[in-house]
Nanobody, 117 residues
């Protein structure tokens, strides 16, 4: 499998929106849990959202609940994270994974999200 390729990050004002994309290769996404993670400077990587393959249920970190939505398009092997009502504390590098729980393999390059006025 090739590394995932995250994209869609950028600089946005507080209250704005972004949609992140994660292009995967070599996976049938319906067969795997999928997740988004983020790492802010000086902090550990944290899980933001997860979608379980078993039943399609979704989980979100309390800090993003009600603002972020995870989804996937199996036809193009892509995972998405819609982020609304962005806050400065959402600033981080965002990564995707074709699993929600450890162990994780290597990570992609991530995509930088900066929320600032």
């Amino acid at each position: 499998q090739l590394p995932h390729v995250e994209s869609g990050g950028g600089l946005v004002q507080p209250g704005g929106s972004l949609r992140l994309s994660c292009a995967t290769s070599g996976y049938t996404l319906d067969d795997y849990d999928i997740g988004w993670f983020r790492q802010a400077p000086g902090k550990e990587r944290e899980r933001v959202s997860c979608m379980r393959s078993s039943d399609g249920s979704t989980q979100y970190a309390d800090s993003v609940k009600g603002r972020f939505t995870i989804s996937k398009d199996i036809d193009v092997n892509t995972i998405y994270l819609q982020m609304n009502s962005l806050k400065p504390e959402d600033t981080a590098v965002y990564y995707c994974a074709v699993r929600c729980d450890p162990p994780f393999g290597s990570w992609g390059q991530g995509t930088q999200v900066t929320v600032s006025s």
